[in-house]
């Protein structure tokens, strides 16, 4: 139980940003979660005539010019513009400026799962029909997934610890736990962290459909994504990024600063079962909660929400839930859940960040966002999944569940601040 030493720092979450299928600012991704606001619709950024999916949750009407000039805006991969957005908008919320004096106590993390995948698609077309000589001199360094974390740093003048995890789906909750440690060991103050995504291209759409992942409710997309609904065929991917500003207490307090609440506990394990799949009754996954858990000095009983990775995939909700089950024991059938991929699509190594901003909102407001779309449960997906409306309620614990191919597991503590 890492933070139970009084050596190590309290963390808090000062600010937040995002940039979702639902909204492109905080106040209007809130609103959307608390709306129960549909994200997806037919793919606009290719054309998918030829695709078994041809649906997605894109981010609409996305100008990179209000976060950086023309110049860099074309030098860099959406996904990395995504994320300076998001961390921008984080700074201003979180009333923070990045000086010569605090820079180097200022550190980013920020995860992806495939990062700069159109700028590879593009470069191997130019390649392929012009030859070598034409590609890019910016392709590397546009698509590698680290340049959401190292352009941030470059845009916004943070010289503290600085990394990308890519660790597939569990990206940006991984990125935001790893944060969580450095400011807790005392290595940074403050963290601009999260995770970032914009991989909706043709060959990502091929490969997942290949891999039957995708929901073909092509005639149907605002009822596409269904997690724990019996009828759900698929996830429905989307992009965006989600980012969050962690200080320590003392760092927070000497400012000023408002507080959304506290990250307590960062679980992480891996299945080490198979590429793509669960292990039976999640026990990967129940693992990783009980760690969160463990280190925040948590009982299962206090947990009152919890942001499940519910992708309306037919493997990871029933295990999920499985999952829950295993390690919350009887409180499983007293918490709510809800998956807000329903709305937003799953944003890969985007989801988590995402999907933590939900959680410091629900714990700041007292207000937990539906799944919509949930209309005849599965039967292996029995426990409260807060279906289709949003609900006001005391949140003083909550979890955000993150996993990942390969295996990877990955569960973030929240608590109610107190003094």
């Known amino acids: 139980m890492v933070n139970s030493d009084s050596a190590y720092k309290r963390v808090v ?7 979702t299928p639902i909204g492109n ?4 991704y809130w609103q959307g979660l608390m709306a129960g606001r549909n994200g997806i619709d037919r793919i606009t950024h290719f054309d998918p005539s030829q695709h078994a999916c041809q649906i997605a949750g894109e981010v609409k009407e996305f100008d990179p ?7 860099d805006a074309k030098r860099m ?40 995948l159109s700028v590879l698609e593009a470069q191997h077309e130019v390649y392929m029909t012009r030859g070598p000589a034409r590609c890019s001199p910016f392709m590397i360094p546009t698509m590698i997934a680290n340049m959401a974390a190292g352009l941030t740093a470059i845009h916004l003048g943070a010289k503290g610890p600085n990394s990308c995890t890519v660790t597939a789906c569990a990206a940006g909750s991984n990125a935001i736990g790893d944060a969580f440690r450095v400011i807790q060991r005392g290595d940074a103050q403050a963290m601009i962290c999260g995770g970032t995504e914009a991989a909706i291209t043709p ?10 992942a995708l929901s073909t409710r092509n005639d149907d997309p605002a009822h596409a994504s269904r997690p724990f609904d ?28 408002k507080i959304y609440g506290e ?71 007293h918490v709510a859940i809800s998956s807000t991929k329903s709305m937003t699509g799953h ?6 960040g995402i999907e933590a901003v939900a959680v410091a909102m629900a714990i700041a407001n007292n207000r937990v966002p539906p799944t919509i779309n949930l209309e005849v449960p599965d039967p292996k997906c029995d426990l409260d999944y807060i279906p289709n409306e949003s609900r006001e309620m005391t949140v003083d614990v909550a979890l955000s569940n993150s996993f990942g191919f390969g295996g990877h597991n990955i569960t973030l503590a929240f608590k109610h601040y107190a003094e």
């Open 13 to 19: 979450i000062t600010g937040l940003g995002a940039v």
């Open 263 to 333: 990250i307590v506990g960062y679980g992480m394990t891996c299945d080490a079962y198979h590429m793509t799949s669960p292990p039976p009754g999640g026990t990967g996954a129940a693992r990783a909660m009980q760690l969160a858990l463990k280190d925040g000095g948590l009982a299962p009983e206090t947990v009152n929400y919890i942001n499940a990775h519910g992708t309306s995939t037919s493997a990871n909700d029933s295990t999920e839930t499985a999952a829950i089950k295993s390690a919350l024991g009887d409180q499983a059938n």
């Open 230 to 257: 019996l009828n759900r065929d698929g996830f429905v991917m989307g992009e965006g990024a989600g980012i969050l500003i962690l200080e320590s207490l003392e760092h927070a307090r000497s400012r000023g600063a």
């Open 203 to 212: 060959l990502s759409y091929a490969g997942f459909a290949a891999a039957k």
């Open 25 to 28: 600012t905080l106040s209007d």
């Open 65 to 71: 010019l209000q976060y950086m000039d023309r110049k």
């Open 77 to 116: 991969d959406r996904f990395a513009q995504f994320a300076i957005a998001a961390s921008r908008q984080a700074l201003e919320d979180a009333s923070f400026d990045i000086t010569d004096l605090n820079a180097e106590q200022v550190g980013v993390m920020i995860g992806t799962g495939i990062g700069g």
């Open 347 to 352: 944003l890969l190594g985007g989801s988590g």
